[in-house]
């Protein structure tokens, strides 16, 4: 599946439709307007209809991926025998983890297997099958899958409520693409009593709007630029690879991120925090920060569900090195079903690996420059490096096909007849490339007065009437530089 194929359908209820502008402040007016113990009714309902505008059929297999792990964690409760909770987690697991196979991985091994088979000349008829990929289901798997281990351990109480639980699953603002929630954070959260507040409302609604920022203006303008280049690889060398490579790590980033803060904004609006799924990860100074930084919600996932349970980096670094292959490899495949994904999840295992191995040596290669007496040079050094290593990986994340990948990669610094002289055909508007590189230039300002602690400074020492003078002018930057055209967000088809 591709965006092309479903933009269509999916952008019937994406965040940055008209559809979307209307549906999302009916459902807070009337969710404040209900009584407390309705409005998990309203919320489910309204998360449904968001779910269903996109394939209502779609609705059958949400629910029984909520049936089953709720039914399965209300009966590991019940049970005093280890054996049964454990055939109770396999059932919960294998049957989320079947859906997830069916759908989205069953296509992809079966042409893998074929291409393999060919070469030996055995006959694999196997048929392709001829589903669309719904919508959200590897956050949604994933959130059921955590809810149910954290029951099976003991760690959290089941949800007797099959309505509340339901919420959990569906809750629209992070449905299909997370942040990817632990039922132990949100499901309380729908138990409590929330009443309107205007500085939460506020903080929400920025947030939202510093989020449409980021997908309307940056994202989806890079986007077409980003798209002229890789959706014709083989047509390209030189600067227009790099280029298309560098806004490529600035149009992914912008479009999740802005997802994330869309979906956290409007979830905060009506009284819910989200887990921060973003902190500037383009300033983190090695991978593992990277990582610390970029999709929180699914690389503590992983961590806790997978790489500390296989043994973390308790039993040695041949071990630490195995299990971190093995995370990403799954953490690529996550992604995608397609060998560049793999490709860029093993390459991220290859520099975190590459990175506990010549950690002695690069402290050596510091003391003895003496660049490690200049700690702010030296950082910046190490931010400039891992950019640059995660915006070379980012090539496989976007190529079309392993073919395409290989030639970007190789590509990259040749020259030849789609080199410069081939620059205008991807970047013909100097006006559209402007505005795309200044949008960058104010991201990467907002962000270094983040992480420097300086924006909530900032907030409280001004008036009101300034924060909203803040606020009217990024709708008007919005309005004017924005991009409106149908362009899904990158994660919905993951």
């Given amino acids: 599946m591709t965006l092309v194929d479903v933009s269509d359908i999916i952008f ?8 979307f502008l209307i549906f999302f402040p009916i459902v807070v007016l009337a969710y404040f307007g209900l009584p407390h113990r309705w409005r998990w009714a309203l919320l489910l309902a309204a998360s449904y209809y968001f779910y269903m505008s996109w394939k209502a059929e779609y609705a059958v297999l949400i629910l029984f991926s909520t049936a089953v792990p709720w039914a399965a964690a209300i009966a590991m409760d019940r ?3 280890r054996c049964i909770k454990k055939m109770l987690l396999g059932v919960s697991l294998a049957t989320s983890l079947g859906l997830l196979f069916a759908f989205k991985y069953a296509n992809f091994v079966n042409d893998s297997l074929r291409a393999v088979l060919a070469q030996c000349a055995i006959p694999f008829d196997l048929p392709h099958l001829q589903v669309l990929l719904p919508v959200g289901i590897s956050f949604y798997t994933f959130q059921t899958l955590s809810y149910t281990i954290d029951v099976y351990r003991g760690q959290i109480p089941p949800q007797r409520h099959f ?49 449409f920022f980021l997908k309307i203006v940056i994202a989806d303008r ?14 390209f060398t030189g600067l227009p690879l790099i280029v298309a490579t560098y806004f490529f790590a600035y149009q992914i980033y912008c479009d999740f991120a802005g997802y994330s803060f869309i979906a956290i904004g409007a979830a905060q609006v009506m009284g819910f925090t989200l887990m921060d799924n973003f902190r500037r990860p383009y300033f983190a100074a090695s991978t593992a920060e990277f990582w610390r930084r970029w999709h929180i919600s699914l690389s503590t996932w992983f961590r806790d569900y997978l790489y500390i349970p296989m043994g973390g980096n308790r039993k040695g670094r041949w071990r630490r090195c195995r299990n971190l292959f093995v995370v990403f490899f799954l953490c690529g495949l996550w992604h995608g079903a397609g060998w560049t994904f793999v490709a860029w999840g093993v390459l991220h295992s290859l520099y975190l690996i590459g990175g506990i191995a010549t950690a002695p040596l690069r402290a050596r290669i510091a003391e003895g420059s003496g660049i490690a007496r200049y700690p702010r040079l030296h950082g910046a050094l190490k931010i400039f490096i891992t950019f640059h290593l995660t915006a070379f990986a980012w090539i496989f994340f976007r190529a079309n ?48 007065l983040q992480e420097r602690g300086r924006i909530r400074e900032m907030l409280a020492e001004k008036p009101l009437w300034m924060a909203w003078a803040a606020s009217y002018a990024a709708v008007f930057a919005i309005l004017l530089f924005g991009v409106f055209r149908k362009t899904p967000f990158i994660y919905f088809q993951f």
């Fill in 163 to 211: 309505g509340i639980f339901a919420v959990y699953v569906a809750f629209f603002p992070q449905l299909v693409a997370g942040p990817i929630e632990r039922a132990g954070r949100l499901l309380p959260q729908f138990l409590a009593v929330h009443r309107p507040d205007g500085r939460r409302i506020a903080d929400g609604l920025a947030l939202m709007l510093w989020g």
């Fill in 401 to 448: 096909s392993m073919g395409d990948a290989v030639h970007v990669a190789t590509h990259l610094f040749s020259s030849g007849p789609g080199g410069a002289v081939a620059f205008p055909k991807a970047f013909s508007n100097a006006a559209d490339l402007g505005v795309a590189v200044a949008a960058i230039l104010v991201l990467e300002a907002v962000q270094r």
């Fill in 222 to 235: 890079l986007a077409g630029y980003v798209d002229a280049v890789y959706n014709d690889a083989a047509s």
């Fill in 79 to 81: 049970t005093g025998s």
């Fill in 12 to 19: 019937k209820m994406a965040f940055n439709s008209l559809h």
